[in-house]
């Protein structure tokens, strides 16, 4: 239980120095948005409009820095997240909601299913070390994750999208869908979604086989895995409850933090299939000096990163009593 | 579309949709669009669309998504055919009272698409809520109105003083909007018109961030208008996506800046064209406060130095022209140069490098031993700041920069990030710039932009199109004798004046002319604007020319 609360104190004092960061990051930034609008529509809006933009986003306040801030603090714990300046006059909670959930969908299931598979391969590996898969699936994984996943994505609009034309390669759904619970919609999101998320699969299953694999095989060479062998335990049993069981746990807080990344999209993959995500959101964001939409988007993946972390450190205390003991 | 981030990627990708274009069945992917009357639009963006059209916001008219097809204006002033204005919400209209007065009739039987009839006081409203909430009045028409008042079917603009060329900004340049639905907002400038009503020919039906879809305003006031049943404007995050939508054949209408066009999209299909007029100069600007540039020897040797065709040849792939140091842009324009004056300047400042050292020479300027011409110790070297993510511009820049050291003058490009580029220009933390202008329907908007110095402000304070910091009383004047007059010859007059002052004083060197960019396909809709029917802008960025070309168009057979 201390432990717990140990956990929970680093949270919140991390937490607040992430969201104070969060404040004065943007506000070094050269320009503010209605210089951004400008060079946005330079040879659209005519540059009279400067002075209209500036009363707009309201540029030249003379608040202070600090009463800002307070206010920044106030609104932080009250939801109350203010106007997106690129998307204006639409609310920054509306805009996060309209990329929050595909990018959940999209990049969440695929990192899930990227653990899933990438610790499945590794522990098998390691278990027949040497043998066929061990000597075809690492090699071959190392190879696609070291391929940039924007690149795997153009390839595989080129192939599967351009050339043979058996999948979408733009967009979350086909652009005349209007979205509805029905299952031509719903089937039309997966085939948007099969392209990215398999780029994604191919480059980042690499990683977890890895890992995976390099601690199983540190662990099977403990003494409690001989000591299991001696016993003349069932293999199955070695291989999951006592090999797999201890060699998952440094895996568990890289997944963890990958996790909590799921929130901040994954920009590159968005950009090149056109998909309506928050990642591609937090660039714009930031190229427009949207500072509500910015500081929104990054709040949400430092809570999102930071209780994940606080989870993975509870769960390995659940997995590995030392931690619970230890100081 | 954004002209920026031409990544090697967009090229690689265009090449094989270029390469395997006949393998793939053209017709498969564009399936239902055109036979049931389908139009799709193809102008990336950068986002996904937020549904709001409120047409006073300039991220909903910049992308345009709301101007032209949903609001209408009460004239339409053709920039293309020398600014000739067309009736549309306004029958007619007159000045009087010496210019200072201008008068509407508003056109009766016009209707909102909610059925309600559009009179005066709804534009006498649009305007009046224009100078209650400033932060809404784009084109500051308010700072040359005193009152709009409805008088009858007439509206009646009473000018502080005189100010002919914002007739542009006000019949053409504003939206008019329903009062009896405006009028009900508690604040129109956050307004976000998710379900706009306007007069204009089509509505909203439905709005997703993915896409627009666009019907038939049933109320529309001209009949048998429109005859495009549907239109879609996906939303395009990546100018990759966007330009392979179009080159596949799956959009009908865009304004993407395609690098070698001819092979990736016209030489693809009979039924593909593309026409880009030119409607501005992309310029050098040196900031005239700056020792070196503020010698007006300096910058006609630049003038001299840099072969302008050449620059638009390689660094804009020969997709625009090169500009002219008379500021007017053409052939849009080519009506109103002066040519005599040009002549007068080495045929308006063609490719003389040799005529560039020589004035620097006649002017004191001796060419140092690194081949950089220097007078009393200080070098003619600059630094010019550019916006990276261009890569056109940044190309144009490599030219020119070799072109002026050619004739012993360094220049430095200075790579930026968009915001911390225009950031410095407004504010005039810079040596040189490249950037252009909106312009307007006669060459005299984009020199008022340049060179008034109402448009300019001190050293630190931004400027709001006057970026070079160019004020000259005489310069002043002429504008201000423009304002008054409504004679065309009167006009012409002036605006050759502002050529001269452009040839002598080179306050700024334009090197390309800014494209309005337009592919089209004719297979399923015809009617579309070109260069022997320049009847709108035909980009579907331009406000609101865009709806014009709406209204042209027609499903084939």
Not at chain 2, 349 to 364: E, R, S, V
Not at chain 2, 442 to 467: H, M, V
Request: aromatic share 12%.
């Amino acid at each position: 239980m201390r432990y717990v609360l140990r956990r929970a104190g680093f949270f919140l004092v991390t937490l607040w120095a992430a969201v104070t960061l969060n404040f004065f990051l943007p506000r070094m930034m050269p320009g503010n948005p209605a210089v951004a609008m400008m060079a946005k529509f330079h040879g659209r809006i005519n540059g009279q409009a400067l002075t209209a933009l500036e009363t707009l986003f309201g540029v030249n306040t003379k608040e202070s820095l600090l009463a800002q801030y307070v206010g920044y603090l106030h609104d932080l714990v009250t939801g109350n997240w203010g106007i997106s300046l690129t998307f204006f006059p639409t609310p920054v909670s509306e805009v996060i909601r309209t990329g929050i959930f595909w990018t959940l969908g999209l990049v969440g299931v695929t990192t899930i299913l990227a653990f899933i598979l990438g610790t499945w391969i590794g522990a098998i590996s390691a278990w027949r070390r040497g043998r066929l898969i061990d000597s075809i699936a690492p090699p071959l994984l190392v190879i696609t994750s070291a391929i940039p996943y924007f690149w795997v994505g153009m390839m595989f609009i080129l192939i599967f999208g351009l050339k043979l034309q058996w999948f979408p390669w733009s967009g979350g759904t086909n652009i005349a869908d209007t979205p509805a619970w029905n299952l031509s919609y719903i089937g039309d999101v997966l085939d948007h979604a099969v392209l990215p998320s398999v780029a994604l699969l191919i480059t980042t299953v690499g990683g977890w086989t890895l890992t995976m694999r390099n601690n199983m095989v540190t662990t099977l060479a403990e003494d409690y895995v001989r000591m299991a062998r001696a016993k003349g335990l069932k293999s199955s049993r070695i291989m999951l409850d006592y090999a797999a069981r201890n060699a998952i746990l440094p895996n568990l807080t890289g997944f963890a933090m990958s996790l909590g990344f799921v929130v901040g999209g994954a920009i590159l993959i968005e950009y090149v299939f056109n998909y309506p995500g928050v990642g591609y959101m937090l660039l714009q964001a930031v190229q427009n000096e949207d500072y509500p939409l910015m500081q929104a988007l990054f709040l949400l993946i430092t809570v999102a990163v930071l209780v994940a972390i606080l989870l993975a450190d509870i769960a390995t205390a659940i997995f590995d009593p030392r931690t619970r003991s230890a100081r | 579309m954004r002209r920026l981030i031409v990544t090697g990627a967009a090229l690689l990708i265009a090449a094989a949709v270029a390469a395997c274009g006949s393998s793939s069945p053209s017709g498969s992917s564009a399936s239902g669009s055109s036979a049931s009357g389908t139009l799709t639009m193809d102008d990336e963006t950068g986002s996904e669309w937020n549904c709001s059209f409120n047409p006073f916001n300039p991220n909903d008219i910049g992308n345009g998504v709301a101007f032209g097809q949903v609001y209408e204006p009460l004239a339409f002033v053709n920039s293309l055919e020398d600014a000739k204005a067309t009736p549309w919400l306004a029958t007619s209209w007159a000045w009087s009272d010496g210019n200072k007065t201008l008068t509407f009739t508003i056109r009766k039987g016009v209707k909102f698409s909610d059925g309600t009839p559009m009179s005066a006081a709804d534009v006498a409203f649009t305007f009046n809520m224009l100078k209650k909430y400033p932060a809404l009045d784009l084109n500051s028409v308010w700072s040359v109105l005193s009152s709009v008042t409805q008088k009858g079917d007439d509206v009646v603009f009473d000018f502080k003083s005189q100010a002919v060329p914002y007739f542009y900004y006000i019949a053409d340049q504003t939206a008019i909007v329903p009062e009896h639905i405006w009028s009900k907002i508690a604040n129109p400038v956050t307004y976000g018109d998710s379900n706009p009503v306007g007069t204009g020919a089509y509505v909203v039906n439905p709005c997703t961030p993915q896409n627009i879809t666009y019907t038939p305003n049933k109320y529309y006031w001209q009949p048998g208008e429109p005859k495009i049943a549907k239109v879609l404007f996906p939303a395009f995050t990546s100018n990759d996506t966007a330009n392979t939508y179009l080159t596949t054949g799956q959009a009908q209408w865009g304004s993407q800046f395609i690098p070698n066009i001819g092979s990736l999209y016209s030489d693809k299909s009979p039924d593909n064209h593309y026409w880009f007029p030119p409607i501005a100069n992309v310029s050098l600007i040196p900031n005239l406060t700056v020792p070196g540039l503020n010698d007006v020897a300096v910058r006609q040797a630049m003038a001299y130095a840099i072969n302008r065709p050449q620059v638009a040849n390689i660094g804009e792939y020969g997709e625009e022209n090169g500009g002219n140091q008379t500021g007017v842009v053409t052939p849009t324009f080519s009506s109103w140069v002066d040519t005599a004056a040009a002549a007068k300047y080495g045929n308006d400042y063609a490719y003389d490098p040799a005529k560039a050292k020589q004035i620097l020479q006649a002017d004191g300027y001796t060419m140092g031993s690194d081949g950089i011409f220097a007078k009393d110790g200080k070098q003619l070297s600059f630094t010019v700041i550019n916006i990276g993510g261009y890569s056109d511009w940044v190309a144009d820049m490599s030219v020119i920069q070799s072109e002026l050291k050619a004739v012993g003058i360094a220049i430095t490009p200075q790579n930026l990030a968009q915001n911390d580029d225009v950031s410095d220009l407004l504010t005039g933390t810079f040596q040189l710039a490249f950037y252009d202008q909106t312009g307007g329907p006669t060459p005299e908007y984009e020199l008022r932009q340049w060179l008034f110095s109402g448009n300019t402000a001190p050293i630190g304070k931004d400027a709001t199109t006057n970026y070079e910091r160019y004020s000259n009383p005489a310069t002043d004047k002429l504008f201000a004798e423009y304002g008054q007059t409504t004679s065309s010859a009167t006009q012409h007059q002036i605006v050759d004046e502002l050529q001269q002052v452009m040839l002598s004083q080179v306050p700024f060197i334009p090197i390309t002319e800014e494209s309005d960019w337009f592919q089209y396909n004719t297979s399923s809709i015809t009617g579309w604007p070109s260069q022997s029917d320049p009847y709108a802008l035909p980009a579907i960025y331009q406000y609101p020319d865009m709806g014009q070309v709406l209204l042209h168009l027609a499903p084939k057979g």
